[in-house]
């Protein structure tokens, strides 16, 4: 059973760049599709940025220009550099893996992931 552990996160101050990171533990195997999402008390879990195996990266909007993600998918690791943060980037940030391709390009669909981390949370003080 493949478990992703998450590390990093906590109180941060209005325009720090700290970084996430999320890697396996246990039995691993090469992913197809790494993302990582986020949720509030007050709104559902929501995608914030994905990578393909390729190195194809992609964004939401309110992230975009100022989020970074990378990793490894050969070993189910990635990471989320946040820039320029804004409390309203304040959540739980979890990260996921795909292991196998779906015939549609949704990898905004948490549906699409088939692993989660565990969780970290992020509060930005203005």
């Known amino acids: 059973q493949v478990q992703l552990v998450q590390s990093g996160g906590g109180l941060v101050q209005a325009g720090d760049s700290p970084t996430l990171s999320c890697a396996p533990s246990?039995?691993?195997?090469?992913?197809?599709?790494m993302g990582w999402f986020r949720q509030t008390p007050e709104w559902e879990r929501e995608f914030v940025a994905a990578?393909?195996?390729?190195?194809?990266?992609y964004y939401t909007d309110s992230v975009k220009d100022r989020f970074t993600i990378s990793g490894d998918n050969a070993n189910m690791t990635t990471y989320l550099q946040m820039n320029s943060l804004k409390a309203e980037d304040t959540a739980v940030y979890y990260c996921?893996?795909?292991?196998?391709?779906?015939?549609?390009?949704?990898?905004?669909?948490?549906?699409?992931?088939?692993?989660w981390g565990q969780g970290t949370q992020v509060t930005v003080a203005s």
């Open positions: 990578i393909i195996w390729s190195g194809v990266t």
């Open positions: 996921a893996a795909a292991m196998t391709p779906r015939d549609t390009n949704t990898y905004y669909l948490i549906s699409d992931y088939d692993y």
């Open positions: 246990g039995r691993t195997s090469a992913s197809y599709l």
